[in-house]
């Protein structure tokens, strides 16, 4: 569920209704300024993405990739899948937007839009998982691969959804109403 659904969902907080106050923004105007962050935020893992999904194509024609193991073969071509997928996703609302433009929906294209992000965001974890896995494999073979890619895995987590979780409820005060 994307923030501005979550937004949406809760009661307004004290700090949200203020700067909703102070905005005073239409709809049309919040739905363009949703855009925009989002556009902004998934700049970086587009291009992350990318960089990573055109590395991954250009393995397949070095000389060492023909003396990777069937398993290892296995888990690099899951892994060009994986990003070749998060990168349709993350690349996703931009075609979007081009083919609604100027249909009057753009609350509902900066949803759909959060949702292929978040989606993106999941393929990319995968994609990263799945390429660490298959880099230590063939660098160390040895069995803490499994540990250590866990670990990382760990590190994502709390990092991409952990940290952001616990900040929007230590931080997000919904105010008591009067018993009554």
Partial sequence: MADSD????????RQGSAEQAQRE???AERADRRWNELMQE?????????ILFGFLLSVAFTPAFGHL????????ITTVVLGATAAGALIA???FHRLISGRSIKAQAVRWAARL?????????????SALFLILRVATHDGFVPWLVG???AWYLACWVALPLWARHRYTTV?????G
């Fill in 6 to 13: 979550v937004a949406e969902a809760r009661p307004a907080t």
């Fill in 25 to 27: 923004e239409s709809e």
């Fill in 42 to 50: 998934i700049r970086v893992a587009q291009t992350g993405v990318q």
């Fill in 69 to 76: 193991s069937h398993t290892n073969r296995l888990i690099y």
């Fill in 93 to 95: 609302p931009v075609p």
């Fill in 117 to 129: 992000i978040f989606l993106g965001l999941a393929l990319l974890v995968a994609t990263l998982t």
């Fill in 151 to 153: 670990t990382v895995v």
């Fill in 175 to 179: 105010p008591v109403e009067p018993a």
